[in-house]
C-alpha cells in the first residue's frame, strides 16, 4: 500500500513539475517536448531520481495510445479548406518523401557507420518521417500563423507519414528476422491494405462518431468523452483488421471537427487538455526509457546520421517532391527545416528490441540522439526562421473567454469575451451603434473591473471587456469588429497586405489606367482573380503577385473563393 500511495506522489509531483517547467519554453523559445524528455532523462536511472525503467512492452503500449489520442486531437483542429490546399503536396512528402529521405539518410549511414545496407536502411526508415507531436507542439506553442499552404503542409505531412515509416520498418525488421534476400511483393499489397483500409475506417468512423455525437442526447460531459474513445476504438479497429490505425484516427478526427458544429468547441478544449496529457506522458516516458550515458557513446554516430537528415535527405525529398506544386523557395526551404523528429522516430526504434535483436540499443540511442538534435536546433529556430522568410501572417488576439450554452444537437449560443485592444475597429464607437451579427446580442461591458450601463450608448476604451451572446457561425464577423492587431511592423496589415484594398472582379486595364502601370495585351480584359488563379492553384491569404509595378496581395478567401485583395505599388 505504501509503494502505490509513494507511486501516485512520485508521479503527481512528476507532471507538476513538467506542467511548471512549461513556463520556461515561451521564454526561451525551446521546444516544450524538449522539456519533458530532459525532465524524463534526469528522473531515469542515469539521474537524479535513480528510476530504472526499462518494459518495452509497456513503453510501447502507452507511446502508441499517446500518439493516437495526439493524432486525433491534430485532425479536430485542421480545417477542412485547409486540408484540401495543402493534401496533394503532403501526401506525396508523406510517401516519396519519407521514401526518398528514408533512402538518402540509410545509405549514408550504411556508408558512413560501416554497418551492413539492410541495417543502414533500417536507421534510414526510423528516422524518415516528421513527428505529429512534435510538429503540431512547436507550430502552437510559438504561436506562429503561418500562411496555409505552408501550415497545412506541414500538419498534414506529419499526421500522414506514419503508416510509410512504420511500413519500411517492419519490412526491414523483418528482412533482418527471416533473413531474404529479395524483395516480396505480398508486402506492396499490404502496404495499400494498410492505406487503404486504413483510410476508409477512418473517414466511415468519424462520420459514424460525428453522427452519434450530435444526435445522442447525452450528459454535457460526456460528449468530449463519446470523441475521445470513439476515436480511440477507430485506432483499435483499424489496427485488429491489420490497416493503419494512425492513419484512421487522424482522419477520423479531421471528419469530426469539420462535420460536428454544436459543441465542438467544448470538444476540443476537453482533447487540448488530453492531447498534452499524452504529450507529457509519452516523453517523459521516453525520457525514463533511455540511458544518458549510453546515448553519449553513440552520439558521434547519431549526429553525422542527423546532419545528413537535416541538411540532404529531407531537403532534397522536399525539393523534388513539391516540384509539381507553386511553392516559392522560401517555403520549400521551410518546410525542409521544419521536418521536426518526435516520439515516432523513438517507437519505430522500438521495433528491432521488441525483436529481440541483440543490437537494438545501436538503433534505439542513435534515433534518440537524433530526435534531441532535431528538436534543439530545428524546433528552437522555427519561430525566427519563419520571420526571417516572411513566411507568417497576421494574426488577431484570441477572445478572452468562450462558454458554449448549449450541446450537441441543441441551439448553438455562446457567450463570448473580448478585451479591447488598441488597434481595435470598434474603439471610440458607442456601444448602440456596434454593427453586430443578426443574431447577436450585446450584454455586458466591464471597465476597470465594474458593469457599465448600456441604457446609454457608451464609447468603447481600450482594455474594455465586452461580453456577447451570438452563434459560432458569427464569431468570425465579431473578430474583425471587435479584436485588434497585435503585431511587429512588418506584420501590422497595412505593411503587409498594403494600402489599397480593391475588389478580385477589377480589372487589370481599368487598374492600368487609375494608377498608371502596363498591362500585357493580352491580359488587358483579365479580373485580378484570373491574373492571381494563373500564378496560384490554390491562393492562399498572404500570396503575392507581381506585374510590373504593382504587386496584389491576397487578402481574405472564403472557402477556395478569393474575396479581397490589396494592391501596392512599386514606384
Known sequence: MDTLNQLMLFGGLLFVVSILASTLSPRMGMPLLLVFLII???????????????????????????????????????????????????????????????GICGAFAAWILGVGWVEGFLIGAIVGSTDAAAVFSVLNMQGLA???????????????????????TIMLVEFMVSRQSGFDWMMLGQFVWQMGAG?????????????????????????????????????????????????????????????????????????????????????????LLVSPKQLLVYAPSAVLVGVCLIFLARPFAVWLCLL????????????????LRGAVPIVLAMFPWLAGFENWPFFFNIAFFIVLVSLVFQGWTVAPLARWFELDVPTSSTRVQRVELGVPGQVGYEFVGYKLADGSPA???????????????????????????????????????????????????LDKLLVGMDEPDRLSVQAFFGEFVVTPRAKLADLAMLYGFEVPEDKAGWSIARYIYSQYR??????????????????????SRLTKVSLNLHR
Request: hydrophobic fraction near 50%.
Open 199 to 287: 483510410a476508409l475506417i477512418g473517414l466511415a468512423g468519424g462520420r459514424l462518431l460525428a453522427y452519434g455525437v450530435g444526435k445522442l442526447a447525452l450528459s454535457p460531459g460526456l460528449y468530449p468523452l463519446l470523441a475521445l474513445f470513439g476515436g480511440i476504438s477507430i485506432f483499435g479497429t483499424a489496427a485488429v483488421l491489420q490497416s493503419s490505425g494512425f492513419l484512421a484516427v487522424y482522419l477520423a478526427g479531421l471528419v469530426v471537427g469539420n462535420q460536428l458544429s454544436r459543441g465542438l468547441y467544448n470538444i476540443q478544449r476537453f482533447h487540448d487538455g488530453i492531447a498534452w496529457l499524452a504529450q507529457i506522458s509519452l516523453f517523459l516516458m521516453l525520457g
Open 324 to 339: 509539381p506544386f507553386q511553392f516559392s523557395w522560401r517555403e520549400k526551404l521551410f518546410i525542409s527545416w521544419v521536418g
Open 538 to 559: 490554390h491562393p492562399v491569404v498572404g500570396d503575392r503577385v507581381r506585374l510590373g509595378q504593382v504587386e496584389f496581395v491576397v487578402l481574405e478567401m472564403n472557402d
Open 427 to 477: 474603439l471610440k464607437t458607442p456601444s448602440d451603434r456596434l454593427p453586430l451579427p443578426p443574431k447577436t446580442s450585446l450584454l455586458c461591458v466591464l471597465r476597470n473591473e465594474k458593469p457599465l450601463s448600456l441604457k446609454e450608448g457608451i464609447k468603447l476604451l481600450p482594455g474594455d471587456h465586452v461580453y456577447l451572446l451570438a452563434t459560432a457561425s458569427e464569431l468570425p464577423a
Open 40 to 102: 524524463g532523462m534526469l528522473v531515469g536511472e542515469d539521474g537524479f531520481g535513480g528510476v530504472q525503467y526499462d518494459d518495452v512492452q509497456s513503453a510501447y503500449f502507452m507511446a502508441t495510445l499517446a500518439l493516437a489520442v495526439i493524432l486525433f486531437d491534430g485532425g479536430l483542429r485542421t480545417d477542412r479548406h485547409n486540408f484540401r490546399v495543402g493534401l496533394r503536396p503532403a501526401l506525396l512528402l508523406s510517401t516519396l518523401g519519407v521514401v526518398l529521405t528514408a
Open 146 to 168: 503561418l500562411k496555409t499552404r505552408v501550415g497545412a503542409t506541414l500538419e498534414i505531412e506529419s499526421g500522414l507519414n506514419d503508416p510509410m515509416a512504420i511500413f519500411l
